[in-house]
Structure formats: C-alpha cells, structure tokens
C-alpha cells in the first residue's frame, strides 16, 4: 500500500478526537511543548488549506494543518504568514509518500485559490530542508526571525514570492488582525 492508493478529503471532514491521536502517535503527548505550536497557538486551521489521508483500508493515515500567523518586524508591523504544519503520518506509514501527497494538496489548494484572487501569503514551517526544500521551501529569508521557543535557526524555512519583501528581522507567532501576535507583551 502506498500513498498512491490515498484518498485527500478535507481535515474538517475528520473527527478531531482522531486527529489528535494521529498527532500524539506521529510527535508523542509533549508535541504542545514544541515551538511551532507556540507559534501558532490559539490559532484555528485553514479549513481550505488542511487535509487528511485515508488509506485504501480508510484508515487515517496522516494529516496536514496550515494556520494563520504573522511576523512582527522591529517596528511592530504584523506581516501575515501561513504556518505550515504539523504535517503528521503514523509511525509505521511513513517513507510512504503521504506526507508528499498532503504538501501536494495544500500547495494546490494554494495555487487554486491564488489563480481565482485569494491573496497568497508567505509560508513557513519548521523542518528539514532537504525534505521540503523540494517545494521551495528554504531559509535564506530567516536569519533574523525569532520564535517564542527552542528551534534550530536552519530549519526554519519559508517560500513564496512575497519573501523578497519581508522583514529581514522579527518575530512569529499567532496572528491577530485587530493587534499584531497573539499574547504578545
């Protein structure tokens, strides 16, 4: 079985009590511990953006999750960004392309929602780059960008075409339109 057989339905389309098994058993019970869900904690999903794998079996196999969030420069300008991730699959399907066919449908959803005038926002995600550097994630952009936690400055990556724009310096964390970051002093 592979991710050839997947089926891509719409995160909301799962129950959330499966979701975070699914979570707990990819990135163990601490995974609220993490940095990126300090980065976007508070933060609902994007429901256009976020997706579930079923296998052939209709078991649910992995998931992908895209939350709103923002960098604020040193002048306390909120620039929004979309965090990307988790991207979760079980322990023993994984090496199985699910988690390439998650980013697909994501990136996708992007592009289709680009093309019909949806604004397109930066994305970034913690991780390796040589995995997610296949979708021009990278981090040239992020040297000078700060999270509120524990992180390795080289796998902090981000694309887009906007990036060229962004603030050299700043910090990420949950967007809040009305103020800036989300609980941020």
């Known amino acids: 079985m592979s ?17 975070e098994e699914l979570l707990d058993r990819a990135f163990g019970a601490d995974r609220h511990a993490r940095t990126a869900y300090r980065i976007r904690a508070g933060m609902e999903w994007l429901d256009a ?6 296998d052939a ?20 300008r909120p620039v929004p ?39 397109s926002f930066p994305q970034v995600l913690i991780g390796d780059e ?7 994630f990278n981090a040239n952009a992020t040297s000078g960008w700060r999270c509120p936690g524990p992180y390795e400055q080289h796998r902090l990556l981000a ?6 724009a962004m603030p050299r310096d700043g910090s990420l964390g949950p967007w809040n339109p009305e103020g800036g970051i989300v609980g941020k002093d």
């Open 130 to 136: 040589d995995y997610y550097g296949r979708w021009g």
């Open 3 to 19: 991710a050839d057989t997947a089926t891509i339905i719409p995160l909301t389309a799962v129950e959330p009590a499966m979701i």
């Open 159 to 164: 694309r887009g075409a906007a990036l060229s």
């Open 49 to 54: 953006l976020s997706f579930a794998a079923i």
């Open 57 to 76: 079996d209709e078991m649910l196999v992995g998931t992908i999750q895209c939350s709103p969030i923002a960098l604020i420069d040193n002048d306390a």
């Open 81 to 119: 960004m979309i965090m990307v991730g988790p991207v979760a699959v079980v322990p023993e399907r994984q090496g199985e392309g699910f988690g390439m066919g998650l980013m697909a449908a994501m990136l996708d959803a992007e592009a289709r929602m680009a093309a019909n005038g949806s604004p």
